[in-house]
Structures are given as structure tokens and as C-alpha cells.
């Protein structure tokens, strides 16, 4: 069956894949931002999963206004990488898990979760941006991803709550795959910045602490807000945290925060935060003589007497 | 008005992306949202004024865009994300638009960030 490892957070500036590409690790401006992610992708190379699913939002750049999807899933075996003006960046095509997908696609429904699907689309830098700085392309990308969009560009959006029962209904639909497969939940976006409007440049650094501490310790609080409170604080693509919550709906509530790393050196506050499901249960210790076995204990003896 | 949004009419200086300002800006944004095609922007370069006949942008929405006129663009109803197409065209980055935004030049909003170079 598959299994779910941990699950991450991460901003998904478009500089952040910019300065990979123009191999930005050693510069002053740049370096606190790489090092942040340095435990993030030894985490992934020693745990080594074959699926990162994402969370994760487009930029009117593969979908448009006359139809945006709520929520979308992707289903295809390989999504080229979006043209967003500049040409396409020069990294390789993401490669898909189609059958984890269409499974996820089929649980999902059955679920009463009525989601998109989408084959073969460009995908843009709310994947790709932080993707190369954890789990970098050499030559090609370490493993499969299952893309889910999530609207939060035009109003009405989904609800925190919507966000982190989705992330919930993927855990269910994740855990049901029958086949062994080790998978990191991913949401991109946020945390405090604003794109428009006089209030241009906006960031609230002690609002960016409390979502990180109250994304690990009692997410309930956050998905209660209304998103009037998400922009408020946190600026009007603040409301882009919404994707963290569906990250961390489909992890289990022992899931704990393991490290994270926080800079802002520009306009949007760029975080990464990593969380990790507790191991398998370790082997069985061996009863110490002098505690009376357990019940369960005795009865397994007796089935090897 | 969306009971999710109600409160943010008091914030100053923002503008929501909704089903209103989408519908009335829908020409405007295709055109800017097109831009992630190598032809359309060829086009748009090599004749910026066919490729707005084309678009069958009105007179306003055509100076906004001849002018660069980001807050004028941001109050009609552009998605900030079908301008930064326009900006990436336009050799403009994302700190220039937010300093449009702003009302200040590059220089003065730089001077209000923590590291001006991580550009």
C-alpha cells in the first residue's frame, strides 16, 4: 500500500527558480534562501519517495479566466514546463504518476469530492519554482509528481476549511493505492506578500511566525479564518497559504514539524517548513524478565509453544 | 458580497480579483494572458498596435497598455498575473510593478526592502 512520509511547505516565488537557474547558491542575497532548503532536500534524498503530490496554484498562465478551475488534478505521465513569458525555463518535463493520479481521480470523486482532471497542460513556476531547490533535476528530476491546482487567483476561492478537507479526502485517496509507493504531500505559496494596489509591498513578519507555529501545532485555528483575516494579514496573495492547509490536512495529526527556514528579502516572505510522519512502530522490545508479559505477549508465546 | 471578502473593502490600496472585475476586464486579460504564446508576443512586439486591433481592446484599455500604466491597469481590472506577462514582454520586473503600484520609483521602493539585491 502506499504510504505517506511527511509533507512540505514552501513559497513558490518565480525568483526562487530564477536564482537556481542563474546559480545564485553562493550569493550574499541568496544563499540564507538555498541553505533553507539544504535539509529539506537531504530529507528527500535519504527518504528517497517516488511521488511528491502538489498543492499548489497557476498563474493565469495555463489556465484562464473564461474557465478557472476550483480545484484541478493532473493525471497525465509528463507536463511540459509553462512558457510564462520568457520562454520556457530550462529545466526537463515533469514527469507524472498517471496511475497513482487516476486513481486519486476515482477516489476522489467517490468521495463526493468532485475535482477536475487535466492531462497533458503546462505547469508553471507554483510547482516548479522550489521543486529545483529540494528536489533538484540532475539530469532528470528524481522522481514522478501528481499536480493539484487549486484557485486563488479570482474570487470566490476555496475556503480554508474546503482546502484542508481536501488535503484530508488526498490523504484518504493516497492511503488507499495499492501498490507500495512512499509519498511527500506538497503545498506551495504565500506566506505574506501582495501583488496590488497601493498596499503593494506588504508583509507582516510576526503573522508569517504564528502561521508557521500554528501550522504544525493546531492547523483547526487556521482553517477556521475567513479569508477577509488570511489578506488583512498577511496581504492579498496571503491568501495563497491556503495550499499549506491542504498539505497539512493530509498528514496525520502526529505529524511533526522537523525544520523550516524563513527569509524575506523582497516582496514576498519565502518559508519552508518540513514535516515528518512518525516512523513504523519499532519492532516489538523484548520483555524484561521482571515485567509480566503482556497479554498479547502470552498469547503469541503460546502460539509459538 | 462574498461573506469570505467582507471586511476587505476597508483596506486601502487593494483590489480584489473577482467575478466583476473579471468579467469587465475579460478582453484585456485574454490579451494579456496570450502572451505566454511565442507568436502572440513576436506579433505584439513587431506590431503592437495590430495585435491590439486584434485583441479588439477599447481606446482606454489600449493606452493603459501602450503606456504601461500598471495602476491605472491594476483599478480597471487586470489580474496582477496576466500583467506580469506584460511586464516579462516588457523587460519589466515585478519589484518595478509593485513600485508602479506603489506611486514610488524602483529606487524608493527598494529602499523600504531588506535586501535590494535579491532581484
Known sequence: MA???????????????????????????????????????????????????????????????????????????????????????????????????????????????????????????????????????????????????????????????????????????????????????????????QMNGERAGFNNEK????????????????????????????GTEGAEEIMWLAMRGALSPRAKKIHQNYYLPMTTAMAVALFEEPGEKPAAKKPRASRKPSRNAAQRARAFA | MNPQLKGTEELQGTYLFDLAASAKALRLNRFLHGLTAAQNRANFKNNPEAALDKAGLTAEERRMVRELDWVALMRYGASFFCLEKLGRVKGVSNPEMVAGFRGETLEEFLKTRNVPGAR
Open chain 1, 3 to 193: 504510504k505517506i512520509l511527511g509533507g512540505i511547505g514552501t513559497s513558490h516565488v518565480p525568483t526562487i527558480g530564477g536564482a537556481y537557474d542563474r546559480n545564485k547558491q553562493n550569493d550574499p542575497d541568496w544563499a540564507p534562501l538555498f541553505r533553507g532548503y539544504e535539509p529539506v532536500k537531504a530529507w528527500l534524498s535519504v527518504r528517497k519517495p517516488d511521488v511528491l503530490v502538489f498543492f499548489y496554484n497557476d498563474h493565469a498562465t495555463t489556465f484562464f479566466f473564461d474557465h478557472y478551475p476550483t480545484f484541478a488534478l493532473g493525471v497525465s505521465a509528463e507536463y511540459p514546463i509553462a512558457d510564462e513569458g520568457l520562454g520556457p525555463r530550462a529545466v526537463p518535463p515533469l514527469r507524472g504518476h498517471a496511475d497513482l493520479a487516476r486513481h486519486m481521480a476515482d477516489a476522489l470523486v467517490n468521495d463526493e469530492f468532485d475535482i477536475s482532471v487535466f492531462q497533458d497542460l503546462p505547469i508553471d513556476h507554483g510547482v516548479h519554482s522550489p521543486l529545483t531547490l529540494f528536489w533538484p533535476p540532475s539530469p532528470d528530476w528524481p522522481g514522478k509528481i501528481v499536480p493539484i491546482e487549486i484557485n486563488v487567483l479570482q474570487h470566490p476561492i476555496p475556503t480554508p476549511a474546503r482546502c484542508w478537507k481536501l488535503g484530508q479526502a488526498v490523504r484518504r485517496a493516497v492511503l488507499s493505492y495499492p501498490e507500495d509507493l512512499k509519498v511527500v504531500i506538497v503545498g506551495t505559496g504565500g506566506l505574506s506578500h
Open chain 1, 207 to 234: 503573522w508569517d511566525m504564528k502561521f508557521l507555529d500554528l501550522i504544525a501545532r493546531d492547523p483547526k485555528k487556521l482553517t477556521a479564518m475567513r479569508h477577509a483575516d488570511y489578506i488583512r494579514l498577511g
